[in-house]
């Protein structure tokens, strides 16, 4: 074969493989769109669930999730600013910091289950919180860190070396320079990378298992220690655990959660391109 | 005065005395306890890291020191018998995570290929947010979709059952892709335009050009990119423990193997804790398999530590 045939061959494969990765994308989007729009009423965002969760709605884990994402970001928020902070402003190149990127890439890597466990084992039992809120974003936000860390990161370092010169220069402290110059201008970054890592933590299901997710309750939760029910956590028990459900609820629920992370991925991305088109240095 | 004595007498005025210090010090201990907080901030992670570790040998620690090493092999999985062989749910998990890493890897590395090489600017701008996408979609929807539609397909293809480690491996695939995907091309990125224009210049083709000069130069970051695919893989839990059917048995070896139920670690933590009562023996076996995912992935986490670092941050914190 002439190598313009051989190149033709292989870049028909390749274009066909990454139709092949692409296409069933779209297709899982539109399909879960399709199945579930018919359930989205104001009864089915709005109503406890009734008759063994085979009517009425899924309000109770629709709010169980945004009170586990607004946990999560109490949590991660300051943690992960700091240590973001550390990183790029504070941190030398000596063996120190070398461990805490390779702990961060760590904790980027430790299985969801995994998490579930160290919540399990510390927060619930050793720490005596129970299956409660407060375990549950305890463990969700441990589980963000990474994501808050490396992009907070990336952002402050964005920020150009002479803004911090020439605010020291005028006699700002190191503090005064990060807090009025460099966050300032790295916020948007910020902001970024804390609303993808929570979208992450509010399709997760495994890190709270054993931690808050309750399998049906009625009632809302009345404080920071009350278990709560959850969106992902029940679109695994009304798909598994409960036989005979309707599968316009199944659908439903999943077209939920689907739309409330990729509106949080859409939100964080829109935030991202705007940043990147307003930066005036 | 000769000039000694003026550079001694303002040596001396510039000296800070008592009261200077008082108020610097007044100005400066919240400099110093935000310091001390953001520096406490970041060696937090490492304390975290330490912790989980310590959280699962406190409760998993037992399985290793109770029940003999031959047992632990075993194949046989009846903890309502007290028996605790791992080797079933270990070849679970390597089974669905291969399966997985067999498509996901072809698929990513030629589509990183197709982004960083070969496809026009306007398609980038598309299929890269899509991509990005599929990375945000939550792994219970994937595994939700998998049971209700990829299982009973499979089925209709001729397996006795659809839940089985090829259903787990093709829902895993997917789920590794945004990974592998994203790092191949930060890889074919990195390499200098000047190999590229070196080798067009020597009258190669496109493709000869990427295949004999590209590839090559960026192969330590695409096998960095397939080792985080399946240290992504072998952690996932949900979608893998509704599709693979759950049933603790190591399959005969050979082709079929992908096409019978499996059970990985993951899922068994998660359908079995539930129903364990804390301190008994299963319950600190659960744990042991915890002990033994968070070294898996904390080998291969560190063995790819030093690229990763550049590719995390790249690509906005996520793997």
Known sequence: MKPQQVQKLAFGIITTSAALVVIPIVLVILFIIVKGIGALSWTFLTAVPQNGMTEGGIMPAILGTMILTLGTAIVCIPLGIGAAIYLAEYARDNRLSRWVRLAIINLAGIPSIVYGLFGLGAFVLFLNLGTSIIAGSLTLGIMTLPVVISTAEEAILAVPQEFRMVSQSLGATRWQTIRRQVLPHAMPGIITGIILGLSRAAGETAPILFTVAAFYLPNLPRSASDQTMALPYHLYVISTQVPGMPLSIQYGTALVLLLLVLSLTLVATLIRTRMRRRRDW | ?319
């Not at chain 2, 000296?15 to 201990?29: K, V």
């Not at chain 2, 907080?37 to 959280?55: E, K, M, N, Q």
């Not at chain 2, 398999?289 to 914190?317: E, H, P």
């Open chain 2, 1 to 319: 005065m000769n000039l000694a004595q003026i550079a001694k007498r303002q040596y001396v005025e510039r000296r800070p005395n008592a009261q200077t210090i008082r108020g610097w010090l007044r100005r400066n201990w919240l400099e110093w306890l935000i310091e001390v907080l953001i520096r406490a901030a970041g060696f937090s992670t490492i304390l975290i890291v330490g912790l989980i570790f310590v959280f699962l040998l406190r409760e998993g620690l037992p399985t290793f020191l109770d029940i003999p090493l031959r047992q632990l092999f075993s194949s046989r999985w009846y903890p309502i018998e007290s028996l605790y062989g791992l080797w079933s749910l270990i070849v679970g998990s390597i089974l669905v995570t291969a399966g997985a890493v067999i498509i996901a890897v072809p698929l990513g590395l030629t589509t990183a290929i197709y982004l960083g090489e070969i496809a026009p600017q306007w398609q980038r701008e598309i299929l890269k947010p899509l991509i990005e996408m599929l990375a945000g979609i939550p792994s219970i929807v994937l595994g939700f979709l998998g049971w209700m539609v990829l299982a009973p397909l499979i089925q209709t293809m001729g397996a006795s059952t659809g839940l089985t480690a090829f259903s787990g491996s093709l829902i895993l695939a997917y789920m590794a892709l945004p990974t592998i995907i994203s790092i191949s091309e930060d890889a074919l990125y990195a390499v200098p335009k000047t190999y590229r224009d070196g080798a067009l210049a020597m009258g190669a083709t496109q493709w000869q050009t990427i295949w004999r000069v590209v590839l090559p130069a960026a192969r330590s970051g695409l096998m960095m990119s397939m080792m985080l695919g399946i240290g992504r893989a072998i952690g996932e839990t949900m979608a893998v423990m509704m599709v693979t059917g759950n049933a603790a048995n190591v399959p005969d070896f050979g082709p079929t193997m992908f096409f019978s139920p499996v059970r990985t670690m993951t899922a068994t933590i998660a359908a079995e804790m539930g129903e364990v009562s804390q301190g008994s023996m299963h319950y600190n076996v659960l744990f042991g398999i915890g002990i033994v995912l968070f070294l898996i992935t904390f080998g291969i986490n560190s063995l790819a530590g030093r690229f990763v670092g550049r590719v995390v941050r790249r690509r906005g914190g996520q793997l």
